[in-house]
């Protein structure tokens, strides 16, 4: 690893959808990096912004009228400020991104081994020959057996696990330095989740891309991102290192979700605790900390104050944004991790001295 | 099938001499019936046809969606049927609720052979198995009041007749669920995804029926809303004692609401047994294979070692011979393909239909990972 120069840098990205309704604050003043060769872990809901802020990235959000500000640094470059016809040739080169439903994203009429002869030559001046023979190698090298002729195949000739793995090879083609992965294996059932899994973690290392992984499944981050951004109403709401975010989390939110999932490794008869209300609305996004209305612990000027992303103290690599003092959040998790519901843990550390 | 069905049309049969459903809400299994399971399933089999043609039709062969599935679902139990897409879990719910018909096979509801119920009689069945889906936005109609939506079942079996009374029971539903009772007079698209399932889960249990399928009622909610119905639908088993078959393809949230576990192969049980015992010990490779695909919440354990099934599931058009998973099974040998395991049990508390079961070593092998 090249000293601790990222390949990608968002910084105090704001992405805006004006709408019938008023403005949609989709994305609103996030930072993040990414290393080469590592994989950053974007957990969230629907509508935190997580999907938003990598299409902005790749330049998609620009033809829907979205108002961008910040910066978004790739190897230099500040991506915000490429013409489209520059952003072109970085989208699908150095920068790509594999969706969700594969059979949405592939063209149905056209034979795979076509679309993906049609990635390599968008930015390479390679004859069609050369060209197929890169599809083919690309097949293979996703795992799809038999690769010489299941090129000339249709994308309704292929399970839905074979379809990921064609849009995987199609986002290769270009050996992109950077993948943008948003959902990748949502669709897919448990065991070729796995498999998926397993062939980009392979190839990561193989080719060594970074990748940003979009998902709201928090098994799947854990298995795969070195480091977690947690967002919340377009915010981000905590980062960590893989081990330190499920170890020791620091935001109400992040206790919520690892509490409302059902977990193999937990005892069975375990009570979930749901996290109570909905997600906001983000033409209205909440006052103050935006998840105020739904934190078992907020406090009166909760609404008021808009929390920053700060260190965790005697955690540099850890950020939070929480309005809680530290001390009372540890102890807050410590009652938490031991299975007692907000308001017990609320009624523990309230009597006792707030220290962990 | 050239049956009369218009003997007694759907909303001509007698009202009367239903009971009372002053009480709608599910009472702990009082009523007749007897002391045996509550559905009794026996050589299930579902095909359906496969046809090339547009005007003259010609049956080229047939999906085998369900073959010879047998099963019991005791009462107060919740039966978690798992699987992948296409094993026929959801087909074998669909056969219990009657909204597709049997190729053949026998199911017994309460005492009562209902495969090929028709007309009046059916509808009756139909009132004591409820389901609820998937998806709570295309399950509501838009157009219709939630009061309406959970009121409908009555209207649709002639009960409460009187408006006031109904829309007390109604409201006495909603607040069951966890709805405001004074939303009665809202839309569906006033309310987010879990208080759509609830006003889903609501309509459900209107008839206090014997038996609620839940088909993946939490895998279109938000992670943070999940755990919000999930609770719901324990507790109310608890409170009314309800029968539930949870139908998901997450194999956590099996665990955590279910009693039993049936898992689902290509159209065939390979295994079922006690969620404690089926989780802690599975037997069949197909099982262990689920169980070890599951990514855990727990970066500590990255990197353990894992054994991922290859290959895609063959098409239930075509299934392998014998035992279907023995073209991608890594005990396979060649009894595999030649004879069909039945399922029996092996000494572990769970039924499994495999000739070369795993041992408990091979079990820990795998990397299943799941806590006692």
Redesign the interface.
């Known amino acids: 690893m090249s000293a601790a120069e990222p390949l990608l840098r968002v910084e105090d990205l704001r992405v805006e959808f004006p709408s019938e309704d008023g403005v949609v604050h989709a994305v609103d003043g996030i930072t993040y990096q990414v290393f080469a060769g590592r994989t950053l872990g974007i957990v969230g809901e629907s509508g935190s912004g997580k999907t938003v802020s990598s299409l902005t990235a790749l330049g998609l959000t620009r033809r829907q009228g979205a108002r961008i500000s910040g910066r978004i640094l790739f190897d230099g470059k500040d991506l915000l400020t490429l013409p489209e016809d520059k952003m072109r040739a970085v989208r699908g080169n150095d920068i790509a991104m594999i969706f969700q439903d594969p059979l949405s994203s592939l063209h149905p009429l056209y034979k795979v081994g076509r679309q993906l002869t049609e990635a390599v030559r968008a930015h390479r001046d390679v004859s069609k020959a050369v060209a197929r023979a890169r599809a083919v190698e690309l097949l293979g090298l996703v795992g799809i057996p038999d690769p010489a002729r299941r090129v000339d195949q249709y994308p309704h000739e292929f399970s839905g696990g074979m379809r990921q793995r064609v849009m995987i090879a199609m986002a290769l083609a270009n050996e992109p330095k950077l993948l943008f992965a948003d959902e990748p294996t949502t669709a897919l059932d448990v065991t070729v989740q796995a498999q998926i899994l397993a062939l980009m973690e392979r190839l990561q290392q193989e080719l060594g891309m970074a990748i940003v992984m979009i998902t709201h499944d928090l098994g799947v981050v854990a298995e795969m991102a070195d480091d977690i951004a947690v967002m919340y109403a377009g915010r981000i709401v905590e980062t960590a290192s893989a081990a330190q975010l499920f170890a020791a989390p620091e935001h109400p939110y992040t206790w919520g979700l690892l509490k409302s999932i059902p977990r193999l490794d937990a005892p069975r008869d375990e009570d979930l605790v749901p996290i109570p209300g909905t997600p906001p609305s983000l033409i209205n996004p909440p006052s103050g900390c935006h998840f105020h209305p739904r934190c078992p612990y907020s406090q009166p000027d909760h609404e008021r104050i808009d929390p920053v992303l700060e260190p965790v103290p005697g955690e540099p690599q850890h950020h939070v944004a929480c309005l809680l003092e530290s001390g009372v959040r540890r102890s807050l998790w410590a009652q938490l991790r031991e299975g007692s519901t907000p308001q017990e843990a609320l009624a523990a550390v309230g009597a006792g001295e707030p220290a962990a | 099938m050239s049956g009369p069905e218009s003997t007694s049309t759907p909303f001509g049969e007698s009202a009367s001499e239903l009971p009372s459903v002053a009480q709608a809400t599910p009472t702990t299994a009082t009523d007749g019936g007897g002391d045996g399971p509550l559905v009794r399933v026996r050589e299930l089999v579902k095909h359906f046809p496969i046809t090339r043609g547009i005007i003259v039709q010609r049956k080229v062969g047939a999906v085998q969606a369900v073959d010879n599935v047998s099963f019991e679902i005791t009462r107060g139990e919740t039966l978690g049927l798992v699987g ?2 296409g094993c026929g879990k959801s087909t074998t719910a669909r056969l219990i609720t009657r909204l597709l018909d049997a190729t053949s096979g026998e199911i017994d509801f309460d005492g009562q052979d209902i495969t090929r119920l028709k007309g009046a009689s059916l509808k009756a069945i139909r009132r004591e198995v409820q389901m609820i889906f998937q998806d709570p936005y295309s399950s509501l109609n838009p157009r219709k009041t939630i009061g309406s939506i959970i009121g409908e079942p009555f209207a649709i079996h002639g009960l409460l007749p009187d408006k006031g009374e109904r829309k007390r029971e109604v409201q006495r539903l909603m607040e069951t669920v966890g709805l405001n009772p004074e939303h009665y007079n809202r839309y569906p698209h006033e309310f ?4 759509r399932q609830r006003i889903g889960v609501a309509r459900a249990l209107a008839l206090a029926p014997k038996l609620l399928i839940a088909d993946e009622p939490v895998s279109a909610l ?7 119905v ?2 719901l639908l324990r507790d109310l088993q608890r409170r009314f004692g309800l029968t539930i078959v949870f139908i998901a ?1 997450d ?3 099996v ?2 609401m279910c009693d039993r576990v049936a898992v689902m192969y290509l159209g065939k049980i390979v295994e079922i047994g006690g ?2 015992e089926l ?1 802690r010990f599975p037997r069949h490779p197909y099982t262990g ?12 354990r ?1 990197g353990e070692q894992r054994s ?3 290959g ?2 063959p098409s239930p058009a075509n299934p392998p011979s014998a035992c279907r998973f023995h073209t991608r099974c890594p005990k396979a040998q060649e009894l595999c393909s030649q004879q069909e395991p039945l399922l029996e049990d092996k000494g572990s508390g769970t039924r499994v239909a495999c000739h070369f079961p795993l041992t408990r070593e091979e079990a820990t092998q795998i990397g299943v ?4």
Do not use: K, M, W
């Open positions: 992948e897409t987010s995804g879990g208080q938000d992670v943070s809303i999940q755990a919000q999930l609770n393809h194999l956590s949230v665990r955590h969620g404690d989780y294979a689920l169980l070890a695909a599951v990514p855990h919440a727990d970066p500590s990255h991922i099934l290859g895609d599931v990972r799941s806590g006692g």
